[in-house]
């Protein structure tokens, strides 16, 4: 199903697609440059949001949880880019430990880990799954959402290694994105941990990436010749916050009103007749906890006792005292009349697929990323990476092309955020 966006084709997304198009060798040549310069991270998920005059990303995701959701057509894509990576990072990897969540008992997320072993399997690599939770004390069969089951056995260390029962892997990776913090059992390992630990959000701050994606978009655009606001979020950040003893509140309140008026600035500009909104959202963290949607400086003073309670605390029970002032996008994309976004999912610096997150309950300025979401395959004859360049910009391969380039300029960002935070750059 290729979902309906509803506002008319005829605006200046419609003219950036088409630029897209016509400058795919320019935009393809220009990555290869990039890819020289920026190893990519080994996986990546990025959240997008298509208002019809805007296609931005939202949020970058360096430990994505939804293989699952992805086509099964595009299952050899996976497998090639996989391989891609393993040879940049591992060549000789032959065995591989895979550390995931501890939702033991989230079934859809173990359905993900399921896929995810399928591409890595079949990739070449013999795979194990191993868990840090502290339930997993022996050799535990898990089943998923579709009733498969899972062997997941208990880490250990040994020296400067992990390994489990009979099994000592070339490799390590980590599907756990470290919101509580780096456990101590993954520091100073000799083998390759990936992605490496300030991938994870004990030390991924979201106003660094947009910070980097920010320079990633305004490089892009003025190779392209155009405005780099239609695909590049406006972004503030506010720290020392404590929302439920209302710490920091006139500055968040003071922020989100400046960044308001330079919104409404561009809307003025393109002739936007929505209002205006920013999302505010912990600095660090996924899963769609601590974030709101905030017309005016008001809401974010006007907050009762629920809604601070709820801004004040992130998975794992982590305090907030950091957020991002994020540009709200509208997105305008619907399937069967709800709202929906992209998902795209790349491997290494190639897009093997995506879906729609959908939600039958949230308007078109709220975040998506909540209970009561499900998910739709992207529905592409071909991959992101080959449009129809003959044909209407607004035909899905086309449409695709636009999320994969966008998305990618989201992966680039995060490719230089890590380096950029690397540890070892600061060896002397």
């Known amino acids: 199903m290729v979902p309906h966006l509803t506002t008319a084709l005829n605006g200046p997304l419609l003219r950036l697609e088409k630029e897209m198009l016509n400058s795919m060798p320019v935009i393809e040549h220009w990555f290869r440059t990039q890819w020289l310069e920026h190893g990519a991270p080994f996986y990546t998920s990025v959240d997008l949001r298509n208002s019809g005059f805007k296609l931005a990303p939202v949020d970058t995701n360096l430990f994505p949880g939804g293989f699952n959701n992805l086509n099964p057509d595009f299952l050899p894509l996976c497998i090639q880019a996989t391989m891609s990576a393993i040879e940049k990072i591992c060549p000789e990897a032959r065995r591989l430990l895979l550390i995931p969540e501890n939702h033991t008992r989230n079934a859809f997320y173990l359905q993900n880990v399921a896929a995810l072993t399928n591409i890595l399997k079949q990739a070449g690599l013999v795979v194990r799954i191993g868990s840090l939770s502290e339930e997993i004390t022996a050799p535990t069969k898990l089943d998923t959402q579709n009733g498969d089951s899972l062997l997941i056995e208990p880490v250990k260390r040994k020296g400067n290694r992990l390994i489990l029962d009979d099994f000592d892997s070339c490799a390590v990776l980590l599907n756990k994105d470290l919101s509580g913090g780096i456990?101590?059992?993954?520091?100073?390992?000799?083998?390759?941990?990936?992605?490496?630990?300030?991938?994870?959000?004990?030390?991924?701050?979201?106003?660094?990436?947009?910070?980097?994606?920010?320079?990633?978009?305004?490089?892009?655009?003025?190779?392209?010749?155009?405005?780099?606001?239609?695909?590049?979020?406006?972004?503030?950040?506010?720290?020392?916050?404590?929302?439920?003893?209302?710490?920091?509140?006139?500055?968040?309140?003071?922020?989100?009103?400046?960044?308001?008026?330079?919104?409404?600035?561009?809307?003025?500009?393109?002739?936007?007749?929505?209002?205006?909104?920013?999302?505010?959202?912990?600095?660090?963290?996924?899963?769609?906890?601590?974030?709101?949607?905030?017309?005016?400086?008001s809401d974010v003073k006007d907050l009762n006792r629920k809604q601070r309670n709820k801004m004040s605390v992130v998975k794992e029970g982590l305090q907030v005292s950091e957020v991002i002032i994020q540009e709200g996008v509208y997105t305008f994309e619907s399937i069967n009349d709800a709202v929906a976004e992209p998902v795209v999912y790349m491997?290494?610096?190639?897009?093997?697929?995506?879906?729609?997150?959908?939600?039958?309950?949230?308007?078109?300025?709220?975040?998506?990323?909540?209970?009561?979401?499900?998910?739709?395959?992207?529905?592409?004859?071909?991959?992101?990476s080959l449009p129809d360049c003959a044909g209407a910009p607004d035909a899905a391969p086309n449409r695709f092309y636009a999320y994969g380039v966008v998305?990618?300029?989201?992966?680039?960002?995060?490719?230089?955020?890590?380096?950029?935070?690397?540890?070892d750059n600061f060896i002397n």
């Open 407 to 423: 998305a990618r300029l989201a992966m680039l960002a995060a490719a230089i955020e890590l380096q950029e935070n690397d540890p």
């Open 183 to 297: 456990p101590e059992i993954l520091r100073n390992l000799e083998q390759n941990l990936i992605p490496p630990l300030h991938a994870g959000w004990s030390t991924r701050r979201k106003t660094q990436h947009f910070a980097a994606y920010k320079r990633v978009a305004e490089t892009f655009s003025e190779l392209l010749g155009i405005d780099p606001w239609l695909i590049n979020p406006y972004f503030d950040g506010a720290k020392q916050l404590d929302f439920n003893a209302r710490v920091g509140e006139d500055e968040l309140a003071s922020k989100v009103d400046t960044l308001l008026g330079d919104i409404q600035s561009k809307y003025n500009e393109y002739g936007v007749e929505q209002d205006p909104f920013v999302i505010v959202k912990a600095d660090a963290g996924t899963y769609g906890m601590g974030i709101m949607t905030v017309k005016s400086p």
């Open 347 to 384: 491997i290494d610096h190639y897009v093997v697929g995506g879906f729609y997150r959908v939600h039958t309950s949230r308007g078109q300025d709220e975040n998506l990323n909540a209970p009561g979401m499900h998910f739709v395959p992207l529905a592409f004859d071909t991959p992101c």
